[in-house]
T-cell receptor
């Protein structure tokens, strides 16, 4: 089944403890992206990647890192999480020339 | 700054009613407009609109783009409780960015 898989689905962590949210897609898509969704603010793009080793900042990149060493994987790294990074995170992918993203199921992160 | 504005933010109607959701945009490099439906978790793709005035239809849902007015509407006729969701509008730009609106939360009462 074609899908975008994120892990974990839920995560509660403490301030300052590094964490990684994994994202993997099995559709051979070139484009991948990370979003966060907050009440009243909608979906905001954190980082995106147009291909292996090609990444760029979205609208809210501060406090996050990404890497794209392989086409299928696009992990989101929080080196020192803070409470304002408590949010619902979505990974998404699409192919070149198509506009509709396929979204993962989301990761609800709470930083205390 | 590019932005996408949806209205209303929230809407409650009874089953069987028809609803119209609005999306307006101000972007410098418009390519297409996208509609998504978000139920419990991940948004799912509904429509992509590129040309003005051409209606896209899928069952009871339809959407149309007005490039002159920089807006789009999403219509849902004969609503059902399963239509309850957040509906997201997004604009895809020529420099490959997607800008999402904040969404319209639709609740259908039985």
């Amino acid at each position: 089944e074609a899908q975008v898989t994120q892990n974990p689905r839920y995560l509660i962590t403490v301030t300052g403890k590094k964490l990684t949210v994994t994202c993997s897609q099995n559709m051979n898509h070139e484009y991948m992206s990370w979003y966060r969704q907050d009440p009243g603010l909608g979906l905001r793009q954190i980082y995106y990647s147009m291909n292996v080793e090609v990444t760029d900042k979205g609208d809210v990149p501060e406090g996050y890192k990404v890497s794209r060493k392989e086409k299928r994987n696009f992990p989101l790294i929080l080196e020192s999480p803070s409470p304002n990074q408590t949010s619902l995170y979505f990974c998404a992918s699409r192919d070149r020339g198509t506009y509709g993203y396929t979204f993962g199921s989301g990761t609800r992160l709470t930083v205390v | 700054e590019d932005k996408v504005v949806q209205s209303p933010l929230s809407l409650v109607v009874h089953e069987g009613d028809t609803v119209t959701l609005n999306c307006s945009y101000e972007v410098t490099n418009f390519r297409s407009l996208l509609w998504y439906k978000q139920e419990k978790k991940a948004p799912t793709f509904l429509f992509m609109l590129t040309s003005s005035g051409i209606e896209k239809k899928s069952g009871r849902l339809s959407s149309i783009l007005d490039k002159k007015e920089l807006s789009s509407i999403l219509n849902i006729t004969a609503t059902q409780t399963g239509d309850s969701a957040i509906y997201l509008c997004a604009v895809f730009t020529r420099d490959d960015k997607i800008i999402f609106g904040k969404g319209t939360r639709l609740h259908i009462l039985p």
